[in-house]
């Protein structure tokens, strides 16, 4: 059974730092990786998809990483600011493309 | 363009009622699905469609019955609540298919049980 872990569970950081959040998932088999953030009490907002296929996707001061064969993908923030302050969501979608498997999240405090 | 719509945002049910659950995209998406979310537990599929008139069990489907009578909506029914069932509910849907898998999120429905 696929299972998503993402370390840390919560962050705190000072504005301006760069901050990576890691995301692991047990099984290889995977058709693509999703980022999502929640801002509390909203629902979800995709930040990044990353097919099984690619490295690396970029948008603004966010990167996502992925590597398939050790299981693991990386979601790197430049330059944080307060308003980045949310929960990051890892998600994984299995090959048949029918279930997203979630991992827990990061909880991310910046402060100015 | 509303994206994925949830109706209604917030219920209170008490033990043994009934209600239903709607979701609608405009985004003309194969695909939708039912997720539930809650703390310590993250997200979790309770069912999910591929197209109109077809439905499918996720991880966690007791409980519940969904329809997709319609293209682009998903209707998620409680038919005897239980407290268990208190929850934050949120409906998804994907165009499906190959690069097009993104998922995209409606704003939740926060339902308790008492």
């Known amino acids: 059974k696929q299972e998503v872990t993402q370390i840390p569970a919560a962050l705190s950081v000072p504005e301006g730092e760069n901050l990576v959040l890691n995301c692991s998932f047990t099984?290889?088999?995977?058709?693509?990786l999703q980022w999502f953030r929640q801002d509390p009490g909203k629902g979800l907002t995709s930040l990044l998809l990353?097919?099984?296929?690619?490295r690396e996707q970029t948008s603004g001061r966010l990167n996502a990483s992925l590597d398939k064969s050790s299981g693991r993908s990386t979601l790197y923030i430049a330059a944080s600011q307060p308003g980045d302050s949310a929960t990051y969501l890892c998600?994984?979608?299995?090959?048949?493309?029918?279930?997203?498997?979630f991992g827990k999240g990061t909880t991310l405090s910046v402060s100015s | 363009n509303a994206g994925v719509t949830q109706t209604p945002k917030f219920r209170v049910l008490k033990t043994g009622q009934s209600m239903t659950l709607l979701c609608a995209q405009d985004?003309?998406?194969?695909?939708m699905y039912w997720y539930r979310q809650d703390p310590g537990m993250g997200l979790r599929l309770i069912h999910y469609?591929?197209?109109?008139?077809?439905?499918a069990k996720g991880e966690v489907p007791d409980g519940y019955n969904v329809s997709r009578l319609k293209k682009q909506n998903f209707l998620l029914g409680l038919e005897s609540a239980a407290p268990s069932q208190t929850s934050v509910y949120f409906c998804?849907?994907?165009?499906?298919?190959?690069?097009?898998?993104?998922?995209?999120f409606g704003p939740g429905t926060r339902l308790t049980v008492t």
């Open positions: 985004m003309n998406h194969e695909y």
């Open positions: 998804a849907s994907s165009y499906g298919g190959g690069y097009s898998y993104e998922q995209y």
């Open positions: 998600a994984v979608l299995n090959q048949a493309g029918t279930a997203l498997i």
């Open positions: 469609s591929v197209g109109e008139g077809t439905t």
């Open positions: 099984d290889s088999a995977i058709y693509n």
């Open positions: 990353i097919q099984s296929s690619q």
